[in-house]
């Protein structure tokens, strides 16, 4: 993807990041999350993914605890209306709709890398950054800005 920023042409590539693990092993702040198993599920888990042998679970009672001790919140966000207990519960299933889109792959993490526009891509000084969510394509645009900003330095 080719863009303009301050005046001068880059380009942009957007590629799989295959370093990066799930987001709960990633990052805090995710209820708990199983292994892979075979056992049936549990009173306040749910379903998190399955392959059709074995399937993750989400810790959903585990996941409110933690919300409400922690803080959490989801949008929309409270505005006093809620209890703890409810705002609790609207972050966990929050973080628990966020992470079984990524199981379903409906979204991955990516490399974004920026070079000035028409430079060699193999041998052309360039900038990146992993890690970043290919949902938010506002955020990689904006990111690709900063790398621009970097090679321009």
Known sequence: MNFEHNGHEYTATIEDDTCTGAPWLESEGHGPVSDWTTRDKRPGELVLSEDGRAKRFYDFSAACKLARADNWDAAPYNTGQESKRQQARKAALSDFDYLRRWCADDW??????????????????????????????????????????????
């Open 108 to 153: 991955r993490y990516v490399g974004v890398t920026v070079r000035r526009a028409g430079d060699c891509a193999c041998c052309a000084p360039s900038e990146s950054v992993w890690g970043v969510e290919s949902g938010c394509e506002d955020y990689i645009l904006e990111i690709a800005a900063q790398l621009a900003d970097e090679l321009s330095k």
